[in-house]
Each structure stands twice: as C-alpha cells, then as structure tokens.
C-alpha cells in the first residue's frame, strides 16, 4: 500500500484544515481535491454543479482519483460526498490509510451555517440536508481504515489524534 493518507468526512468535519497541518507535520504533499477539480476545470464547485450538475461534478472526482495512482507521501483531502461511489472507494484505499473525520450533524451545521460555498447546503432548511447527507454517507465513511472524532476538537488536537493513529 502507498504511504499516503486520505482524508474522508462530511463537509466541515475538518478534512482540509486539518490536511494541510498534517502534511506539514508529515513533510508530505497536500492534495485538495475539490481544489483540484476547481483548478483543472476553471470552475469553482458551485458553478461547476449548477452549469453540469452533480452527476458530472461525481465523474470529475472519479477521474481526478485514478490520477492519484502512484502517488507517494501525500495528504488528499476529500469532497464530501466522494467515497459514496463504490470505484472510488476502492481507489482511494488502494491509495493509503483512509482516514474518517468524523463530527456530528449538529457540530457540521454550526460549521457551516454561513458557509455559502457549498453548493449541496444552499436549500431551504441546510441543517436538514445535513442531517440526510449524514445518514445517507456515514456507513460507508465508516469503512474507513479509522474513526476519528472531530465534533469538540480543534484542528490541532485533530491532527495530534491522526499522527497518534498514524504512529500505531
């Protein structure tokens, strides 16, 4: 298996703060993916989903992951909604150690209550879609290689517990 770590969650559980922090700490690469795609498609994911759509946003991701193969000593950030897709999964965790970012629904939306960059959370009631989305996605965050708590965390206690797991 490469010696990358990958980071899964729902939006606002930490994947991308706390993923930069890390690849400092590990001397490794950082790789956002919804950066990525924002970059390689010109587009921000807002404009991204309301141009194509969520399906083509999801395809994106696929094809972005397969570029990742052969990747050595990074720190990949997940979408939200990326490990939903089964060759994605399996992708990702031929990768490295997926690691889960957990945090519950209640810590997301206080999160993410004046987050207007994403695009899934701009309906009427977002707590509600937050609350659906956790439902639908955490058993198959659960299939991560580890759980690990962010809900009453900061970033830096987040990152102490992942090189803890790291580490053994």
């Known amino acids: 298996m490469a010696d990358n770590y990958i980071l899964i969650g729902m939006p606002g559980s930490g994947k991308t703060t706390a993923g930069k922090i890390l690849a400092q700490k590990l001397n490794y690469g950082f790789i956002d993916m919804d950066s990525f795609i924002e970059e390689f498609e010109g587009l921000s994911i807002s404009d991204i989903f309301s141009l194509h759509g969520e399906e083509y946003f999801r395809s994106l991701e696929t094809r972005i992951i397969n570029t990742f193969a052969g990747a050595e000593k990074k720190v990949i950030s997940t979408g939200g909604g990326t490990f939903e897709k089964e060759e994605n999964r399996a992708a990702l965790n031929s ?42 996605r955490d058993k198959n965050y659960r299939l991560a290689d580890c759980v690990i708590d ?17 580490n053994g």
């Not at 957990?102 to 209550?113: G, H, Q, S």
């Not at 987050?115 to 959370?121: A, E, G, Q």
């Not at 962010?150 to 790291?166: A, G, M, P």
Request: net charge neutral; no cysteine.
């Open 95 to 136: 990768l490295g150690k997926v690691i889960y970012l957990y945090a519950n629904p209640e810590v997301l939306f206080k999160r993410l209550e004046n987050d207007t960059n994403r695009p899934l959370l701009q309906v009427e009631s977002p707590e509600n879609k937050i609350k659906m989305l956790f439902d639908i």
């Open 150 to 166: 962010t809900s009453n965390l900061d970033t830096y206690n987040v990152v102490e517990k992942i090189i803890k797991v790291i």
